[in-house]
């Protein structure tokens, strides 16, 4: 069955500092999304990337947040400068079709836990 | 916009026991409704979806639900559970874009 990746699996920071999470999507997929949730409360959708562009993005992906597909096989999730607030478990997930299709449904990662201290 | 409640946050079952996992839903639009499972530790899993047609949508390991127009309702159930089946259960809503809309979750305890 194929999976999506994601590294790391925990990672503590420093508020302030720089923090990217990978993502390796299921191959022949073409649609990308982040999601978050902060412990406690409800998944969160951040942004969907189509075509190496963003699609759509939530007010919570502010100019702190970015996206990349930096080769045919990662999608990154970068967070310049890190808040306490940012501390959530945050998930990528891949599907062939946009989610809207219908047909074709997201497929998530295990998520990597983001602890900033 | 788009918004899913799920009206309990914990459900404590007994083994073999049936169980129901209330989700309501609202929209302007029409919309694709799915729920999905996440074991500890693990990543989100479909369980089942609706897109159109029957209303009463058959997933994995024996879950279902029911989508009623009327009543804004897409509820979870399983006539018989499994100590297997302890995760969190996430109720979600597509209505309009890519962007898929999330519920609270419900944690499901199930007890020998």
């Known amino acids: 069955e194929p999976e999506v990746t994601q590294t790391p699996s925990h990672q503590v920071t420093q508020m302030g500092q720089e923090v990217i999470l990978r993502c390796v999507p299921i191959?022949?997929?073409?649609?990308f999304y982040w999601y978050r949730q902060i412990l406690g409360q409800k998944v969160e959708f951040l942004v969907s990337f189509y075509n190496n562009e963003i699609s759509e993005k939530s007010e919570i992906f502010d100019d702190q947040f970015s996206v990349e597909r930096p080769d045919g096989s990662n999608f990154t999730l970068k967070i310049r400068s890190t808040k306490l607030e940012d501390s959530a478990m945050y998930f990528c997930?891949?599907?062939?079709?946009?989610?809207?299709?219908?047909?074709?449904?997201?497929?998530f990662g295990a998520g990597s836990r983001l602890t900033v201290l | 916009a788009q918004s899913v409640t799920q009206l309990d946050s914990q459900v404590p079952v007994f083994e073999e026991a049936p169980v129901e996992l209330r989700c309501n839903y609202s929209s302007s639009v029409s919309v694709y409704l799915f729920w999905y499972v996440q074991y500890p530790n693990q990543g989100l899993q479909l369980l089942l979806k609706y897109l159109s047609g029957s209303t009463l949508v058959k997933g994995i390991n024996g879950f279902e639900a029911e989508f009623n127009k009327s009543q804004t309702s897409f509820h979870l159930r399983k006539p018989s559970v499994h100590i297997s089946d302890t995760a969190e259960y996430f109720c979600a809503v597509i209505a309009a874009g890519n962007k898929l809309t999330f519920g609270g979750g419900t944690r499901v305890l199930v007890k020998p």
């Open positions: 997930a891949s599907s062939q079709q946009g989610a809207r299709s219908g047909a074709n449904v997201l497929t």
């Open positions: 191959s022949n997929h073409l649609y």
